[in-house]
């Protein structure tokens, strides 16, 4: 396994920005496809998007296409979430993580390992 470390969430009005940072610690992690999940009071935890291990290949939540982009840099040991346009319903705990399996899997059944979370709020 390796270990996660969210940053970058915050408070943003709606139609802004924010850059979530996810970064890994661990000899493997370009073994590693990568995933941000989001976890909204009371509702379930849902896919946000998915990236492949070599970065050619990413997932998105239909919600989300065209609003953000996710992207990793092997060299840093870091995945990120660039997210625009900002809704309230994007408001959310954000958690990044690190799954072995071999296609970009939208179920957090397959992702192995986990961050702590970092908080986005999307209000006026």
């Known amino acids: 396994q390796v270990q996660l470390v969210e940053s970058g969430g915050g408070l943003v009005q709606p139609g802004g920005s924010l850059s979530l940072h996810c970064a890994a610690s661990?000899?493997?992690?370009?073994?590693?496809?990568w995933g941000w999940f989001r976890q909204a009071p009371g509702k379930a935890r849902e896919f946000v998007a998915a990236?492949?291990?070599?970065?050619?290949?990413?997932r998105y939540l239909d919600s989300v296409k065209g609003r953000f982009t996710i992207s990793r840099d092997n060299a840093k040991n870091t995945v990120y979430l660039q997210m625009n346009s900002l809704k309230p319903e994007d408001t959310a705990v954000y958690y990044c993580?690190?799954?072995?399996?071999?296609?970009?899997?939208?179920?957090?059944?397959?992702?192995?390992?986990w961050g702590q979370g970092t908080q986005v709020t999307v209000s006026s």
């Open positions: 993580a690190a799954s072995t399996v071999q296609y970009l899997s939208t179920s957090a059944s397959n992702y192995d390992s």
């Open positions: 990236v492949s291990r070599s970065a050619g290949s990413t």
């Open positions: 661990g000899r493997t992690y370009s073994r590693y496809a």
